[in-house]
């Protein structure tokens, strides 16, 4: 049958139709044992497991817990999960199959659910060691009533060689080169802030998960200045060292209480949160839940956002240490301004409303990088901007626990700011990463998991008994493409009737 009628996936700068919830086929049936079993985990087993990342997330101090290592970690164990469960997809139908593989397909097939817990834990553990007695635990919950049988042995054999897939392809990637990093020692240059090393240098070095190099997506330098001098005596420099002095202090009488909330509701830098990363994770959680993403499309929407955050923290850091310029934060820039050669910057004593600001270069926001990436997948994966949700945060000094938005743009955008209120950025660390992260954004879902090819059509759905059966045809074959899974859908459609072909 020739390909006729064929519908390719929509501009994600066009696309603003609102896209129906995607009724996909069943799981894997498992065949609970006769034992007396314990209370089954009450969500979906990847949903499961990326509430177990965020709580290690908590669990993390130190060089640990910084924002570009945990960002990693959580790619790692996003692709293995992705990698597992298509592999065991792809043995079951290969019009089921989520996507190209990053690391590998593993041949055979096995239990869906028992590949995801046996990839989680196996990165996990690989990761975090210390924390193996947990994810013992926490691994004997995902699998209590899954059935010993071959199918669950196959589905932990994929599991486990989709995790050693990907550990592999990461080990010698730059994460554990040595860390080093010698002051520049001008005016404007960034400063050691507390105790410690700054936080690591090397990860703009990093190889991506993506992108070609951490210098990519490089933003301009701050301020339109091409050295130190030129950036903190330069007019944009001025207005910006005013802005935070008035908008970021401490006993600020010009910010208004809606962005002291929205500081400390975004910030999560403090050990016992679950970090910029996690929270983002957190957000994707509750909007999967909200919009009825089935267990399935949410192995790719993880793993794409997963991904895409790990490679935004390259972005960041390169940024941030790679530059002729690694600026000084607000906190140093203002106490020091009788250094700076700039007449029109007063020094004070001063402090920011955060208790503690984070020990690396201001330029570029880690935040606002991690949040307009993450921003951009989501669009593309919804095909849209405006899908409204309520998230939270781990911050101990938030006193609202959640906030609204209207759209993934929204949120992204008062992520990004929140760091001037919070008095740890300038503006422009926030404004020069829109660009770059939806660059990355963009060219993260279009390089990475990508679609199924192939030659001839496949039947992927057929449904009876469907009022407006082209548009829900329609529907499901345009989130597939959002999805990645399948570039080109066919709908053949008989009264109530529909064959939806994917190519």
């Not at 830098?269 to 009825?292: C, E, M, R, V, W």
């Not at 910057?345 to 600001?357: F, N, V």
């Not at 209207?406 to 926030?430: P, Q, T």
């Not at 057929?462 to 066919?490: I, K």
Request: aromatic share 10%.
């Amino acid at each position: 049958m020739p390909f006729s009628g064929i519908q390719s996936r929509p501009s994600r700068r066009m696309s603003a139709l609102a896209v129906a919830a995607l009724l996909f086929a069943a799981l894997f049936q498992v065949v609970l044992p006769a034992r007396p079993a314990r209370a089954v985990i009450s969500t979906d087993h990847v949903t499961f497991w990326n509430t177990v990342l965020i709580n290690t997330y908590r669990q993390l101090t130190g060089a640990a817990a910084t924002p570009t290592r945990i960002s990693r970690a959580g790619a790692i164990m996003h692709v293995a999960i992705y990698d597992a469960a298509n592999s065991v997809l792809c043995a079951q139908r290969a019009a089921d199959c989520l996507g190209q593989p990053y690391a590998i397909k593993v041949a055979g097939g096995g239990d869906f659910n028992t590949a995801v817990d046996y990839a989680a834990y196996t990165t996990l553990t690989s990761l975090y060691p210390s924390f193996a007695a947990t994810y013992q635990t926490r691994l004997a919950e995902a699998q209590d009533g899954i059935a010993a049988s071959p199918q669950q042995a196959a589905g932990r054999s994929v599991g486990e060689q989709a995790a050693q897939a990907i550990l592999q392809r990461r080990s010698g990637d730059g994460s554990d080169a040595p860390m080093s990093y010698t002051y520049d020692g001008v005016p404007g240059a960034f400063q050691q802030i507390g105790t410690g090393a700054p936080v690591t240098p090397q990860w703009g070095a990093v190889q991506p998960f993506v992108m070609t190099s951490g210098s990519q997506f490089r933003p301009p330098m701050p301020g339109e200045g091409s050295n130190y001098n030129e950036v903190v005596t330069g007019a944009e420099y001025t207005a910006q060292f005013d802005e935070v002095r008035r908008l970021g202090s401490r006993g600020s009488t010009e910010r208004t209480a809606d962005q002291t909330r929205a500081a400390f509701f975004w910030a999560n830098d403090a050990d016992g949160t679950y970090k910029p990363p996690g929270q983002l994770f957190s957000h994707t959680q509750t909007i999967a839940d909200g919009q009825n993403v089935s267990a399935e499309s949410r192995v790719k929407l993880f793993a794409q956002v997963a991904v895409a955050m790990a490679d935004a923290a390259i972005l960041a850091w390169d940024a941030k240490y790679n530059t002729p310029v690694d600026l000084w934060r607000p906190v140093t820039a203002i106490n020091q301004a009788d250094t700076d050669n700039n007449p029109d910057t007063p020094q004070e004593a001063w402090q920011p409303l955060a208790k503690a600001t984070p020990n690396f270069p201001a330029y570029v926001s880690g935040h606002a990088t991690f949040a307009y990436t993450w921003a951009t997948v989501m669009k593309h994966w919804f095909g849209r901007d405006n899908i409204r949700f309520t998230g939270g945060t781990d911050d101990p000094d938030a006193v609202v626990k959640t906030r609204t938005f209207a759209s993934f743009s929204a949120a992204a955008d008062e992520n990004a700011h929140s760091r001037l209120w919070l008095g740890v950025h300038w503006h422009f660390d926030a404004d020069a990463v829109l660009n770059p992260g939806t660059e990355l954004g963009e060219y993260s879902v279009d390089n990475s998991l990508y679609y199924n090819t192939s030659a001839t059509e496949l039947l992927y759905q057929h449904r009876d008994g469907v009022t407006n059966a082209r548009t829900v045809c329609n529907n499901t074959g345009r989130q597939l493409s959002n999805e990645h899974r399948w570039e080109f859908w066919r709908c053949a459609v008989s009264g109530s009737s529909f064959d939806l072909f994917v190519r």
